[in-house]
Nanobody, 119 residues
Framework: QVQLVESGGGLVQAGGSLRLSCVASGSIFSPNVMGWYRQAPGKQRELVASISSGGVINSVDSVKGRFTISRDNAKNTVNLQMNSLKPEDTGVYYC?????????????WGQGTQVTVSS
């Protein structure tokens, strides 16, 4: 019974910045992994960046050096600071949380927040 609430999406010009936030609620334990995926029109959803409770980060090559993912384990919050935004960053960004209990994976998704980068 985990709910993810996203915020921070919007419209920005190329070169600008946005900060996405996602708060997970309804669980006692901190998610093992939290991250952000995005989906552009007509394309598959792809991982943007994720971070484990221990601080291990994965990210797609196209955002390295521009996006920074961070989390607050105590608050079950994950943030994505997006700088130097490009039009190709446009898409719906989804927050993802994963928990592992007794070898079973539980995954939850936010409703998505639109990020639009204009040229």
């Amino acid at each position: 019974q985990v709910q993810l609430v996203e915020s921070g999406g919007g419209l920005v010009q190329a070169g600008g910045s946005l900060r996405l936030s996602c708060v997970a609620s309804g669980s006692i334990f901190s998610p093992n992994v939290m991250g952000w995926y995005r989906q552009a029109p007509g394309k598959q959803r792809e991982l943007v960046a994720s971070i484990s409770s221990g601080g291990v980060i994965n990210s797609v090559d196209s955002v390295k050096g521009r996006f920074t993912i961070s989390r607050d384990n105590a608050k079950n919050t994950v943030n994505l600071q997006m700088n130097s935004l490009k039009p190709e960053d446009t898409g719906v960004y989804y927050c993802d949380a994963q928990m592992f209990r007794f070898g079973v994976k539980y995954e939850y998704w936010g409703q998505g927040t639109q990020v639009t980068v204009s040229s």
